[in-house]
């Protein structure tokens, strides 16, 4: 029986083929200088680049490498939440294969844990090769989700960090489909400490989370850490019937003294269209918290797997 490493090392694979053997290069070079068993799992989420063979033909040259093969693409948060499932080590490292977060910088990560640390997430003190819409969207997605979800997720943080092997089994335990694992780590609790480290321009490729992706992801986190939004429609209510008790005595006065103000059908049709923008927005939110209620309640496998090592 081999010996079970003390870290392992997730990165999610989506059509990131010119970046897989530098990716491996940098992060073998540096565990290697650790002097500690480890393992590389590379998830692949339905690559069409040729990916896959490429994780294949690594895997065959290095038995820490452990390839988890999925059967379509599922997403990079159920990616990394299958690199949780099969990874073994004491340490789980979760880093991007864009190279975007240098492998290196998991030396100041370990480090961390082994002062006692059982989360260790990196923070982006700065932000290389990413526009301006890209930084100003990104700073402000953080300190929405900061201020209006229940628990408090760590500003300018991705997925990169490292997880504790009991922090990994409780995430494990929690098999909600509409995934947001910073915030899954950080409701968890215990000991946590950030790191700050210079974000790297992407090594090659395209970006893998546009705007739409990143929305989707706000939603994700926001509907599954707040119930902001719900509370959003009760607002609107106390809004619409202050304005209303507000304006009834406005009318009583302005027809009493003859005036031609607020006559018509004009006034009554902006207020119906008012009301009925606030029932239909909280529609839509109620139906994506029922949404998900539905999705939960099917009960289908997170993930489908074609080709995966013995957990």
């Known amino acids: 029986m081999s010996k079970l490493p003390v870290y392992s090392i997730v990165a999610p694979i989506y059509n990131e083929f010119e970046n897989l053997p530098v990716l491996y290069q940098r992060v073998r070079a540096v565990m290697e200088s650790t002097g500690e068993a480890w393992e590389l799992l590379l998830i692949d989420d339905g690559s069409t680049d040729g990916s896959t063979d490429c994780i294949r033909e ?9 390839p988890v093969i999925f059967a ?5 948060q159920i990616a990394v939440t299958a690199g949780l499932d099969y990874s073994r080590g004491k340490a789980i490292v979760i880093i991007d294969a864009d190279l975007q977060d240098p492998p290196e ?10 002062e006692g640390n059982e989360v260790v997430y990196a923070v982006r ?9 890209k930084k100003l969207s990104a700073s402000l997605f953080y300190r929405l989700i900061f201020r209006i979800t229940d628990v408090k997720i760590p500003l300018d943080t991705g997925d990169f960090r490292l997880i504790d092997r009991k922090v990994v089994d409780i995430i494990n335990s929690m098999r909600e489909r509409h995934r947001f694992l910073r915030g899954m780590s950080a409701w968890v609790g215990f000991k946590q400490i950030g790191v700050e480290y210079k974000r790297s321009a992407r090594f090659a490729g395209e970006t893998k989370y546009p705007f739409r992706k990143m929305l989707r992801l706000a939603v994700n986190a926001i509907t599954g850490f707040s119930y902001f939004p719900l509370q959003l429609a009760t607002y609107f209510g106390f809004i619409s019937a202050g304005i209303s008790i507000l304006a009834i005595p406005v009318v009583i006065v302005l027809r009493v003294v003859g005036s ?38 099917k009960g289908r496998p997170l993930y489908v797997v074609r080709q995966a090592p013995d957990k």
């Open 58 to 66: 690594l895997a065959a040259g290095d038995r820490r490498i452990r």
């Open 72 to 76: 379509r693409n599922f997403g990079h």
């Open 125 to 133: 003190a700065e932000r290389e090769g990413e526009s301006l819409f």
């Open 260 to 297: 031609q103000q607020l006559t018509g059908q004009a006034t009554t049709l902006i207020a119906v269209l008012f009301l009925g923008g606030v029932q239909l927005i909280s529609l839509g939110v109620l139906g994506e918290y029922i949404g998900r209620l539905y999705d939960e309640a």
């Open 105 to 114: 910088v998991m030396l100041d990560l370990f480090a961390k844990w082994k």
